[in-house]
């Protein structure tokens, strides 16, 4: 069956870099384009960016435009987000999510000192 | 950007009273509107789709309705198991999402 599973999260200080990775099994990976949304602990759903089905194309949320990087490995079904220049406000629980269909379970990102 | 106004934030209502939730866009997003389901430390759930589709195996008593810029989801009978967190989200333009509308048990 269709499954996606986040991985990568933890606690990160204020300024560095994490990488969030999320294998896809149980579809044609290369087929479909691949979202990351996040959660703030106690909060609603924030869409955080987007990559087409071949990475041709991405797009980002204002929030973390210029800091974080969507990619994806189609020969490793991978979908991956790059974070940079964390702060305490990505404190988050990130989702990949299939379309808008299929989500992952998320990993969980703490930006403390 | 294409802001979502979800309303009302929260509610509390009987098992068996019908529930209903607005969302609106702030510009034409034709029916590229999605309807989710949260439960506490879960990932949200897909239940409508389209503004007015329902996803395979979601119980009828959810709906959707509307298109432009005012929408509709309704619980027609609440149920116990509907206790959660519903979200709207327009994806006309990537995916702008509803504050949330906590629904309780009265």
């Known amino acids: 069956q269709v499954q996606l599973v986040e991985s990568g999260g933890g606690v990160v200080q204020p300024g560095r870099s994490l990488r969030l990775s999320c294998a896809a099994s149980?579809?044609?990976?290369?087929?479909?384009?691949m979202h990351w949304v996040r959660q703030a602990p106690g909060k609603g759903l924030e869409w955080v960016a987007v990559?087409?089905?071949?990475?041709?194309?991405?797009y980002y949320a204002d929030s973390v435009k210029g800091r974080f990087t969507i990619s994806r490995d189609n020969s490793k079904n991978t979908l991956y987000l790059q974070m940079n220049s964390l702060r305490a406000e990505d404190t988050a629980v990130y989702y990949c999510?299939?379309?808008?269909?299929?989500w992952g379970q998320g990993t969980m990102v703490t930006v403390s000192s | 950007d294409i802001q979502m106004t979800q309303s009302p934030s929260s509610l509390s209502a009987s098992v068996g009273d019908r529930v209903t939730i607005t969302c609106q866009a702030s510009?034409?997003?034709?029916?590229?509107l999605n309807w989710y389901q949260q439960k506490p430390g879960k990932a949200p759930k897909l239940l409508i789709y389209?503004?007015?589709n329902l996803e395979t195996g979601v119980p009828s008593r959810f709906s959707g309705s509307g298109s432009g810029t005012d929408f509709t989801f309704t619980i027609s009978s609440l149920q116990p198991e509907d206790i959660a967190t519903y979200y709207c989200?327009?994806?006309?333009?990537?995916?702008?999402f509803g504050q949330g509308t906590k629904v309780e048990i009265k």
């Open positions: 999510a299939l379309g808008f269909d299929i």
């Open positions: 149980g579809f044609t990976f290369s087929s479909y384009g």
């Open positions: 990559i087409w089905y071949d990475g041709s194309n991405k």
């Open positions: 510009q034409d997003i034709s029916n590229y």
């Open positions: 389209d503004a007015s």
């Open positions: 989200q327009q994806y006309d333009n990537l995916g702008t």
